[in-house]
């Protein structure tokens, strides 16, 4: 059993994140729950989630007396308005409130700063974590090794695995260190660039690919053009690979870096999560933008 016990509640805990994070605190030793909508289609995950020891909650997030009641059983809550000792809104991402982005992607984020600025404003504890680029998600996005591609276009800075990201974010959901600070998960073993990941991938694979180009001014032409929210991803590739916002800041004096933290937790690095994907290659996901 962990040592500290903390009870964490996954709102949003069947998603493409949340699920490595219900894991992991399972893994650390925390009772987990997790707040899924009586019509979710996740049944099977919810299934493997309650045979690993987690308590399903179903409820939707407008129904106040099932949130509230489960609220206040819990000590720490992820992704949901709440009555915690600790709440992490959903960020895991670019880190918001140091960088400056395409109108699409800026729109997005600053829905999560308001976020930030009304939990800020409630004296509500919070972590707020900046995770940087899901690396599977990213890996899957960019170079496809699913579709056995010859051709690739695009370029990576900051890749941390989605089971790191989930096992740090449980950690730092608990740890007194990262209480009202913002945690950003930036590991030198995960700092890689475009040219860097495609050889090694080519390394790896034994396959050479065709690298096609793609200039910022086409970028910022598709995010003008394309429809609202196609036109989110496309400005996020422009602010993570052209402008490199996962890098291009100093972490504040008060902030803290994840491996900085926990020196002794090892991150997965992009070469290791390449290996991921030559032998068990996680499975690509969209992620919603409305
Ligand atoms: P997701 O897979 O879309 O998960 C959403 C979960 O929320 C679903 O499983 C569903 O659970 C629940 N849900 C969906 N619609 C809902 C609604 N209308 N009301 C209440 N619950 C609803 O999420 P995700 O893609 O993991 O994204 C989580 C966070 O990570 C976001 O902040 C996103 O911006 C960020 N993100 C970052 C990266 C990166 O590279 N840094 C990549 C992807 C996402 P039930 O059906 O069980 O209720
Ligand atoms: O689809 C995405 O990216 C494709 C280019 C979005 C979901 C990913 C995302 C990444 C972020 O930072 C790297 C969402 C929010 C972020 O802050």
Redesign the pocket.
């Known amino acids: 059993m962990a040592r500290n016990e903390s009870k964490i509640l996954i709102i949003a805990g069947t998603g493409y994140i949340g699920s490595y994070m219900v894991k992991a605190s399972i893994k650390l030793g925390h009772p987990t729950y997790v707040y899924s909508r009586p019509n979710s289609s996740k049944s099977e995950l919810l299934n493997e989630f309650e045979s690993m020891g987690a308590v399903i909650v179903n409820g939707e997030l407008k129904d106040h007396e099932e949130l509230v009641s489960v609220l206040k059983e819990v000590d720490v809550v992820i992704s949901a308005v709440a009555y915690p000792q600790r709440f992490l809104p959903s960020d895991f ?2 880190e ?1 409130d140091k960088i400056s982005v395409l109108p699409p992607f800026q729109a ?2 600053d829905k999560k700063k308001k976020i930030r600025r009304a939990i800020e404003a409630a004296n509500i504890p919070y972590t707020f974590v900046s995770a ?3 690396g599977a ?2 890996i899957n ?1 960019l170079l496809r090794p699913y579709e056995q591609r010859e051709e690739i276009t695009s370029q990576l800075p900051v890749l941390n695995f989605e089971e790191d990201i989930g096992i740090y974010t449980i950690k730092v959901a608990t740890d007194p260190r990262a209480c009202n600070r913002v945690v950003l998960y930036r590991p030198s073993t995960n700092i890689i660039s475009q040219l860097e990941l495609i050889s090694l991938w080519e390394k790896k694979t034994g396959r050479t690919f065709k690298k096609i180009h793609v200039s910022e001014e086409e970028i910022v032409t598709l995010s003008k053009t394309l429809p609202d929210p196609s036109n989110i ?1 496309v400005s ?2 422009h602010s ?1 690979f052209i402008k490199g916002v ?1 890098m291009n800041f100093d972490i504040g004096e008060n902030d803290i870096e994840a491996s900085v933290l926990y020196p002794d937790v090892k991150f997965t690095t992009v070469d290791e999560l390449l290996d991921i994907f030559l032998y068990n290659p996680p499975k690509p996901a ?2 919603a933008f409305e």
């Open positions: 991402g670019c918001e997005f984020l940087n680029c899901f998600y990213f996005y991803p996020i590739l993570v996962t969209h992620a």
